[in-house]
């Protein structure tokens, strides 16, 4: 078959031939599988002439339709019909319109543009003009003007070069009107497809690939994949990548370690012997062709992989040495006797290279243990239990070393991953220890001083040391033992006391220090605890020490006790009883036993007069030999209420106070309140008349601001001669002659000449009276001494109701008729001042 057709319509020829004839022509059947309809069409394939020249069809044959087709470029006066609907003979009528081919243009042409593509033509224009349009992306759309036609011959034309990358295929519509604009045809569409062209190298996605593979990876394994995409159309030649390895290096073991999928870039093995401790990293060139792989014609880009050889344990840890050694004290624990060294020629820091050392044999009671040196990778034997050098004064230990990380599959353990350690003990100076310690010895308090008690002697450890141990002691509170210095022999140097305070539960306990005379001298301690048996030595004593009663008998008594310092057996059931002596103690009160510990005590007598008795009583223990002891308990003895209860002058008569001595305390007391509430009264007239024979005010008061009253209204007729100059000078000047210039109080004097004033005539006329008063008002205003210091003398108008007038007014009578007779409403002073002017009588 020479020809095929496409789903989509595209005729192609499938192989190279040769056209015997300027001519081809063959038909083209199409149908529909759902409807059994049937469509057919003749195709004439025009050969050209020449090789430069490209196919052109001859005009169709009225009643059918006829395509040109040529796969990279229409001919420039290929002719587009408008189709219509065929009745030849043989066919049956067709309901469908044939699609116009697709036109193909090739990406990147040179050009001259515009270039012509099609022509487009209605068999209606040989009746009527026709003008030809095109629309659609690329001709009236973004991008604009890429496609135009000659409206008039229906001629269209690409104007610039195409780029199938930017857009790889256009639609368009092509339009037929007459003049006038009216349609003569239906629109048909245009299909432009963009013809490839090898314009664009493979690009990696990374320049730098980088993966890993196992050392000893067998040949075949995968190690990575490199990838490159080519922009142009990857249906064809032009977009299909192949790869392919340039270089590798090291180039060890061999050349050609890996091989690359030229399809996919999967690079694999494809030669054994990856060893990381010889070859760490590879690196490869990888170069993608497109074209596929077309050295010739493709275009080519280039990427390192980048391809690291990952370690397995292949290499068993090994000793460096087959035998160590070490030494190590007696005693000594938490120290280092000895370092393990090995090699590993795995990745250092890593799991195939960690080493784990662990004992084999040798040691038994565990006395050693292996720790890894995480910087070195070297075994650190540790002595974690102390060693006696005395038992074993050396040790031979069986010791192997590995990974962290099993060995890889088909690796062995090496023979020198075992080794032998031997470990010395050293001797040194033990201290003497005491096999008994605590050492707990049963003795009765009270023995005498210089009793032995126990033999407490240390052991020294040190068989093979000649040495001599001395005894000394270390704490003894109560300086209660001694001990012999060479033989370790305890004697009692003071009488022990059970009910000392340096007992504790009975166990007096001491330290003792046991020293040898070794180099370095070495001691150890021992602690004694003697425990005190109890004898009877502690008499018991009465509880309560104090009481009260009723003084009437049989309303109440007094339960009483005891306390020993001794315990059982030597405590009670206790004995109380009265004494004989005096004999007061058994007529007045009486004993009654309770039970072994308790009785109580009550009065005998009808009545016992209200005070304090000293009671004796003897209080005797059932130790053997019982203890007595006669204890006095003071007992008040007070009047009661109804209910047995002391009343408060009850308890006051008991306590041994009169009838005299409480009213003479009460007398006290009254008159200490009588004294204290007069001194408050005399304190408060004081202050009142403080106030009363004030003057002026106090100086941090502003005169101006307060109503000064004077209570006091002289002394009559007698009082008449009085200086006036006493009134500008109420205070003595003589703090203020001190003070400095500046801002004074305003009741302060200042310092400063003093006005003269006008004095007073020897014999006053009435006639002078308003003078003498204006010159003194008139000095008054310009002396700065007066009070108030710092400011005016304002008389100002003191109401319509007042009768004493104002000082206007006694000026204006002054220089008038001098009639003062009004004076005298004015108050015992004034009514002086009138008789003194006016002529009146003293």
């Known amino acids: 078959m020479d020809f095929r057709v496409g789903a989509d319509g595209t005729v192609f020829a499938t192989r190279e031939l040769w056209v015997p004839s300027e001519e081809v022509a063959f038909t083209v059947t199409a149908w529909d599988r759902q409807t059994a309809e049937r469509w057919d069409a003749v195709v004439r394939l025009l050969v050209a002439q020449t090789s430069s020249t490209l196919s052109r069809h001859k005009m169709p044959q009225k009643g059918k339709k006829t395509v040109a087709l040529d796969p990279s470029q229409p001919p420039s006066d290929t002719l587009l019909l408008w189709p219509q609907h065929l009745h030849s003979s043989g066919l049956r009528r067709q309901k469908r319109d044939w699609v116009i081919p697709p036109i193909n243009v090739p990406e990147n042409s040179r050009g001259p543009f515009p270039q012509q593509l099609v022509r487009i033509r209605s ?104 990838t490159a995409n080519d922009a142009d159309d990857g249906t064809t030649a032009n977009g299909m990548v192949r790869y392919r390895i340039l270089t590798q290096t090291p180039q060890s073991p061999s050349q050609n370690m890996f091989t690359i999928n030229s399809e996919t870039g999967d690079i694999v093995t494809v030669a054994a012997g990856l060893d990381r401790e010889k070859v760490q990293q590879y690196t490869v060139i990888v170069q993608a062709t497109d074209m596929e792989g077309n050295l010739n014609y493709g275009l080519s880009n280039t990427a390192t992989a980048i391809i690291m050889v990952t370690d397995v344990n292949d290499n068993p840890p090994e000793f460096t040495s087959s035998t160590y050694a070490g030494e190590v004290p007696e005693n000594r624990v938490e120290t280092v006797v000895a370092n393990l060294t090995v090699t590993d020629r795995d990745q250092p820091h890593s799991p195939n290279w960690n080493a784990i050392y662990r004992i084999i044999s040798g040691d038994p009671s565990g006395h050693f243990t292996i720790r890894t040196n995480p910087v070195t990778n070297e075994g650190m034997v540790t002595v974690v239990k102390a060693v006696d050098y005395e038992l074993n004064r050396a040790f031979m230990l069986t010791v192997m070393v590995a990974n962290q990380a099993p060995l890889a599959s088909g690796i062995q353990m090496s023979f020198q991953s075992t080794a032998g350690v031997t470990i010395s003990v050293t001797d040194v100076n033990e201290a003497p220890y005491f096999p008994s310690n605590h050492k ?80 370095p001298p070495a001691s150890g301690t021992g602690t004694l ?18 009481a009260q009663i009723c003084e009437k008998p049989n309303l109440n008594a007094i339960n009483i006790t005891a306390a020993d ?34 009785a109580q005590l009550s009065l005998r007598s009808l009545y016992l007069e209200a ?47 009169g009838t005299g001595a409480i009213v003479a305390i009460l007398i006290c007391v009254a008159m200490l309140l009588t004294m204290v509430l007069l001194f408050a009264v005399w304190v408060k007239r004081r202050e009142r008349e403080r106030h009363t024979k004030q003057l002026l005010i106090d100086p941090e008061d502003d005169v101006r601001d307060n109503i000064l009253k004077y209570d006091e209204e002289g002394g009559g007729e007698e009082d008449q001669d009085y200086d006036l100059s006493q009134l500008q000078q109420p205070e003595a000047v003589e703090h203020v002659l001190s003070k400095a210039a500046g801002v004074r109080r305003v009741d302060e004097r200042p310092v400063g000449a003093e006005p003269q004033y006008p004095v007073r005539p020897a014999v006053p006329h009435p006639g002078d009276i308003g003078d003498f008063i204006n010159e003194g008002l008139r000095a008054a205003d310009n002396d700065p001494t007066a009070p108030p210091y710092d400011s005016l003398l304002v008389f100002d108008y003191e109401g319509s109701g007042s009768t004493a007038g104002s000082v206007s007014s006694l000026n204006s009578s002054s220089s008038g008729d001098q009639d003062y007779d009004y004076l005298n409403d004015w108050g015992p002073r004034f009514k002086k001042l009138a008789d003194m002017y006016g002529g009146g009588e003293d």
Not at 529 to 546: H, M, R, T
Not at 571 to 598: Q, S
Request: charged residues 20%.
């Open 611 to 657: 005070g304090v008795y000293d009671v004796p009583v003897i209080v005797t223990d059932s130790g053997n030999p019982p203890l007595s002891n006669t204890s006095i308990i003071k007992v008040k003895v007070c009047p009661c209420d109804e209910n047995g209860d002391c009343t408060s002058m009850g308890a006051v008569a008991a306590a041994g106070l």
């Open 565 to 598: 310092a001794d315990i059982d057996p030597n405590i009670g059931p206790y004995v109380f009883e009265l004494p004989f002596v005096p004999a007061a103690a058994r007529k007045n009160w009486t004993i009654t036993r309770l039970n072994g510990d308790y």
């Open 123 to 226: 068999d209606k224009d040989n009746d009527i003009p026709i003008r030809y349009s095109i629309t659609g992306v690329g001709a009236d759309q973004p991008p604009m003007e890429v496609f135009s036609i000659d409206s008039m011959s229906g001629r269209m034309y690409v104007t610039r070069p195409m780029d199938r990358e930017e857009r790889a295929s256009y639609h368009l519509r092509a339009h037929a009107v007459d003049m006038n604009g009216n349609k003569v045809e239906n629109p048909i569409d245009l299909y432009i497809y963009v013809i490839d062209m090898n314009d664009n190298r493979p690009e990696f996605l990374n320049q730098v690939y980088n993966g890993s593979v196992d050392e000893g990876s067998k040949p075949g394994t995968y190690v990575m994949t490199v």
């Open 440 to 519: 707990l010895i049963r003795l009765e308090e009270g023995v005498p001083p210089g009793t032995v008690l126990t033999m407490f002697s240390a052991v020294d450890p040190d068989r093979f040391m000649q040495q001599a141990v001395r005894y000394s002691k270390l704490s003894d509170p109560a300086s209660w033992l001694h001990m012999n210095a060479t033989n370790g022999q305890v004697t009692t140097a003071a009488v022990l006391d059970r009910e000392s305070l340096y007992t504790k539960n009975n166990v007096y306990e001491a330290t003792f220090l046991a020293a040898d005379n070794g180099i």
């Open 529 to 546: 605890q003697v425990y005190l048996i109890d004898i009877n030595d502690n008499a018991p004593e009465l509880l309560p020490k104090e």
